[in-house]
């Protein structure tokens, strides 16, 4: 199983980017997907997810309003556009596959990606 993230970078105080999941190995269609987050010193957080086959999702207060999860099926990919990005986004943002669990705990999900760094300038 893989997950390559994509699309991080810098980008000032108001911006947007949109993140890519790239997921292989793995039945994506039953698949969970979730996007966290981490800081410096600060702990893992759960922003978003994603059950793709009935395409239900997860928000963290912190993210409703300014991101959206999708996925592509063609592409085994799951998006996350973030928009009026803030300097407390800033943050390396990793994708997290699993079979049964669609929401904010780490813990259960199986697989993860190595991260993409999101930098906000302010």
């Known amino acids: 199983v893989q997950l390559v993230e994509s699309g991080g970078g810098l980008v000032q105080a108001g911006g947007s980017l949109r993140l890519s999941c790239v997921v292989s190995g793995f039945t994506f269609d039953d698949a969970m997907i979730g996007w966290f987050r981490q800081a410096p010193g600060k702990e893992r957080e759960g922003v978003s997810c994603i059950s793709v086959s009935d395409g239900s999702t997860y928000y963290a207060d912190s993210a409703k309003g300014r991101f959206t999860i999708s996925s592509d099926h063609a592409k085994n990919t799951v998006y996350l556009q973030t928009n009026s990005l803030k300097s407390e986004d800033t943050a390396v943002y990793y994708c997290?596959?699993?079979?049964?669990?669609?929401?904010?705990?780490?813990?259960?999900?199986?697989?993860w990606g190595q991260g993409t760094q999101v930098t906000v300038s302010s």
């Open positions: 997290a596959a699993g079979e049964i669990y669609c929401g904010p705990r780490a813990d259960l999900y199986d697989y």
